[in-house]
């Protein structure tokens, strides 16, 4: 199984910036598509961006799109989040995924889940 590890969130006004960091290890194999989902209190999880094995394809939430970009780094076996221009809806517990992607962007599905990192956004 893939053990994923989230950090960088924190608590900001709105405006600011944050990124987050998932580490992946173990067994990678089938979960070369990474991604992030986040979940608000009282809400389910929801999808936010994924990212596909190359890199060269990348895949948003339209609530999201033009303010987060996601990246990795094939060779740390990491994927970044960089959130700018943040607002108090985006505040959740962020979770990073590892999946094939069709499962990522049509299932929100994940090989296994991490503690989550929480992002606080403060009006």
């Known amino acids: 199984q893939v053990q994923l590890v989230e950090s960088g969130g924190g608590l900001v006004q709105a405006g600011d910036s944050l990124r987050l960091s998932c580490a992946a290890s173990?067994?990678?194999?089938?979960?070369?598509?990474k991604g992030w989902f986040r979940q608000a209190p009282g809400k389910e999880r929801e999808f936010v961006a994924a990212?596909?094995?190359?890199?060269?394809?990348?895949y948003y939430a339209d609530s999201v799109k033009g303010r987060f970009t996601i990246s990795r780094d094939n060779a740390k076996n990491t994927v970044y989040l960089q959130m700018n221009s943040l607002k108090p809806e985006d505040t959740a517990i962020y979770y990073c995924?590892?999946?094939?992607?069709?499962?990522?962007?049509?299932?929100?599905?994940?090989?296994?889940w991490g503690q989550g990192t929480q992002v606080t956004v403060s009006s």
């Open positions: 995924a590892a999946n094939r992607l069709i499962s990522l962007l049509r299932l929100g599905s994940s090989s296994s």
């Open positions: 173990g067994r990678t194999f089938s979960n070369a598509a």
């Open positions: 990212i596909n094995w190359s890199g060269d394809s990348t």
